[in-house]
């Protein structure tokens, strides 16, 4: 298994604090943002290798930078997306750094805790109650058995309370799935697609993460407020560090 951390985008709804600094370098109380989502790839067994897709070298540079600044028990490499062409091109760019693994993908600026299985054996999505469905992906599954059955984007109705978040875990073949896909009608390669294309093949399990878990989506003033609000107040109530990223 093979990580890769989705770190590009411009940041347009954390404007201005995003003008000069990547959103993948602001503040979550005391780390980086960036910290967070490798914290998460690299509590699964076997991921070892990661690759950081970037909006631009100057940002590949920043972040590189800051991640060198702890001593990372991983490969981590880097790589610019040069044009937001959707989360699913991420598995383009990444076809050599793939090969012949399996991938997991966490986007950048996602924070998670809770325990996860540490191995993954198949591919593998996530479900989230929400109170905004208006703003994710949520997903219909078969509740006998947990399979997913279809990923509707942004829906005014949606077909369960569960919105999938950013950390998605796939078989090798998702480079292949990735290049079959046509762009969307705002000209994006999108994972909703991709995860209907296992969904087709009814080979994409559904594991709900509880309520003990935390997700925070910091693409937003307010989820980032809430996030930084959230790691302070239990790391100063317990001796968890959230976002750690060396033993």
């Given at each position: 298994?093979?990580?890769?951390?989705?770190?590009?985008?411009?940041?347009?709804?954390?404007?201005?604090?995003?003008?000069?600094?990547?959103?993948?370098?602001?503040?979550?109380?005391?780390?980086?943002?960036?910290?967070?989502?490798?914290?998460?790839?690299?509590?699964?067994?076997?991921?070892?290798?990661?690759?950081?897709?970037?909006?631009?070298?100057?940002?590949?540079?920043?972040?590189?930078?800051?991640?060198?600044?702890?001593?990372?028990?991983?490969?981590?490499?880097?790589?610019?997306?040069?044009?937001?062409n959707g989360l699913a091109e991420a598995f383009i760019?990444?076809?050599?750094?793939?090969?012949?693994?399996?991938?997991?993908?966490?986007?950048?600026?996602?924070?998670?805790?809770?325990?996860?299985?540490?191995?993954?054996?198949?591919?593998?999505?996530?479900?989230?109650?929400?109170?905004?469905?208006?703003?994710?992906?949520?997903?219909?599954?078969?509740?006998?058995?947990?399979?997913?059955?279809r990923v509707v984007e942004k829906p005014s109705s949606?077909?369960?309370?569960?919105?999938?978040?950013?950390?998605?875990?796939?078989?090798?073949?998702?480079?292949?799935?990735?290049?079959?896909?046509?762009?969307?009608?705002?000209?994006?390669?999108?994972?909703?697609?991709?995860?209907?294309?296992?969904a087709n093949e009814n080979y994409l399990d559904l594991?709900?993460?509880?309520?003990?878990?935390?997700?925070?989506?910091?693409?937003?003033?307010?989820?980032?407020?809430?996030?930084?609000?959230?790691?302070?107040?239990?790391?100063?109530?317990?001796?968890?560090?959230?976002?750690?990223?060396?033993?």
């Open positions: 298994m093979k990580g890769i951390i989705l770190a590009g985008g411009n940041g347009s709804r954390l404007s201005p604090l995003t003008t000069a600094v990547s959103k993948q370098l602001l503040p979550v109380y005391d780390k980086p943002l960036i910290f967070y989502p490798l914290s998460t790839l690299l509590a699964f067994e076997h991921i070892k290798d990661i690759l950081v897709i970037c909006s631009s070298d100057q940002n590949a540079d920043s972040i590189k930078k800051t991640i060198n600044t702890q001593n990372v028990n991983a490969n981590i490499s880097y790589c610019v997306q040069e044009n937001p760019i990444g076809e050599k750094f793939i090969g012949n693994s399996n991938v997991t993908m966490i986007l950048g600026d996602n924070i998670f805790y809770g325990n996860f299985d540490k191995f993954i054996h198949k591919p593998t999505i996530y479900g989230v109650k929400t109170k905004y469905p208006e703003l994710y992906g949520m997903v219909k599954f078969k509740e006998s058995s947990f399979v997913v059955d949606p077909p369960s309370p569960y919105a999938v978040p950013g950390l998605y875990h796939f078989d090798n073949s998702v480079v292949d799935k990735a290049k079959s896909l046509k762009p969307s009608m705002r000209g994006e390669l999108e994972i909703a697609d991709l995860i209907n294309l296992y594991k709900i993460l509880p309520d003990s878990h935390v997700w925070f989506d910091c693409g937003n003033f307010d989820h980032l407020l809430e996030a930084s609000n959230f790691v302070k107040a239990f790391q100063a109530r317990s001796s968890t560090i959230i976002g750690k990223v060396v033993d």
